[in-house]
Nanobody
C-alpha cells in the first residue's frame, strides 16, 4: 500500500507562484515515477509532469513547460511542484500519482493517487 498526500494548494493571482508538495508513505519500494496530473471542472484529468524516484529524470506537458518545475527531496520521500507565472487556465485540482513501471505520461500507468489539492488562479 502506497499513500500519497498533496498539500500547498490555494488561491493565487495570475502571474503569481505556488508550490505543491506530495508526501509518499507506505510501501514505496516499487515506485518508479512520481507524477502530477490536474483536472479542471468539466474536463478530463491531464498529465502535467513526472519525475523518477531518484529525482534525475523529468518530463513536462507542453502547456506548463518553462513555468512549472518538478523536484524531489529524497530524504523525505516528497515531490514538489513549483508553479510560476500562473494563468487562469492552470486552475484545477492537482493530483499526485505514483507509477510502478516508468517515467510515464499516461493516466492509466499510475497505480496510486493522492486526494488532490485545489489550485485556483484568479484573473
Amino acid at each position: 500500500q502506497v499513500q500519497l498526500v498533496e498539500s500547498g494548494g490555494g488561491l493565487v493571482q495570475a502571474g503569481g507562484s505556488l508550490r505543491l508538495s506530495c508526501a509518499a508513505s507506505g510501501r514505496t519500494l516499487n515506485i518508479y515515477g512520481m507524477g502530477w496530473f490536474r483536472q479542471a471542472p468539466g474536463k478530463e484529468r491531464e498529465f502535467v509532469t513526472v519525475i523518477n524516484w531518484s529525482g534525475d529524470s523529468t518530463r513536462y506537458a507542453d502547456s506548463v513547460k518553462g513555468r512549472f518545475a518538478i523536484s524531489k527531496e529524497n530524504a523525505k520521500n516528497t515531490v514538489y511542484l513549483q508553479m510560476n507565472s500562473l494563468k487562469a487556465e492552470d486552475t484545477a485540482v492537482y493530483y499526485c500519482a505514483a507509477c510502478r513501471t516508468g517515467v510515464l505520461t499516461t493516466l492509466g500507468s499510475y497505480a496510486y493517487w493522492g486526494q488532490g489539492t485545489q489550485v485556483t488562479v484568479s484573473s
